[in-house]
């Protein structure tokens, strides 16, 4: 559902022609960088690595999780066949104990279905419907340990992350024995509302919309000896 920031997308190209220039992505390779895979990966010492990066906003997407709500179910994750980030979530009951037991969404309460049944049509829904469903659901600084982060990486197979201006680090191990130092940064979990694309669709598609749990940066890591930008005299992690 989410997408990334153009300043995500800029950051991963800058990385990106650093890779290619030290020959160590193929000079064809592109940014492929979403949900489910990873921001850019290269071959060394006949591993292949993936690597998450991220811009040094503060507010850039460590990591999200969407919620649906249904009859039969109430609330639950976002599911695929043998989901362990779904685990992952469900273990931290943070919809046991941060969404309210009596909240209804109207985004899923009001949906209407088409003759043909192939989509639903959410026609009666209102913007003042998002803002409702937005001020019900929305929460910020929910309390969740480091290796939540750790854990919700490694389960997408990656354990390093490049962060702008910080550096490069490993995340749950140095795996490929880089050398590299863990990530240390402060993390929290925050709830939401968020509209599909541009939010100028809350007049043009006011059902347009969902619910996500997003981790979020409340403090930056320290800095690394390690970056794959070489700024301020730091070296390059892969020689």
């Known amino acids: 559902m989410a997408k990334k920031s153009n300043k995500g997308f800029d950051y991963e190209e800058k990385i990106n022609q650093i890779l290619i220039?030290?020959?160590?992505?193929?000079?064809?390779?592109?940014?492929?960088?979403?949900?489910d895979r990873e921001d850019v990966s290269l071959i060394y010492k006949n591993n292949k690595i993936l690597i998450e990066l991220k811009n040094k906003d503060k507010s850039a997407d460590y990591g999200q999780k969407e919620l649906l709500w249904t009859v039969e179910r109430k609330w639950h994750w976002s599911e695929k066949k043998e989901d362990r980030i779904?685990?992952?979530?469900?273990?931290?009951k943070i919809i046991e104990n941060h969404i309210p037991k009596n909240f209804v969404p109207r985004k899923y309460s009001k949906v209407k279905k088409n003759d043909d049944k192939i989509k639903s049509i959410y026609e009666d829904i209102k913007p003042e419907d998002y803002e409702y469903d937005k001020n019900r659901i929305e929460k910020r600084d929910i309390e969740i340990p480091l290796d939540t982060l750790f854990t919700y990486y490694e389960i997408k197979n990656r354990f390093?992350?490049?962060?702008e201006n910080f550096g490069f680090y490993h995340l749950k191990k140095d795996k490929f024995n880089i050398g590299t130092k863990q990530f240390d940064g402060k993390i929290s979990l925050r709830?939401?509302?968020?509209?599909?694309?541009?939010?100028?669709?809350?007049?043009?598609?006011?059902?347009?919309?969902?619910?996500?749990?997003?981790?979020?940066?409340?403090?930056?890591?320290?800095e690394s000896e390690l970056d794959m930008e070489e700024k301020n005299g730091k070296k390059f992690p892969f020689i």
């Open 86 to 92: 779904s685990d992952l979530y469900n273990k931290l």
């Open 191 to 222: 709830l939401r509302a968020k509209y599909r694309g541009s939010r100028r669709n809350i007049l043009i598609k006011p059902w347009d919309y969902g619910f996500l749990a997003k981790i979020s940066i409340n403090k930056m890591p320290t």
């Open 160 to 163: 390093y992350i490049q962060v």
């Open 21 to 35: 220039k030290k020959k160590l992505v193929p000079k064809d390779s592109k940014i492929t960088g979403g949900a």
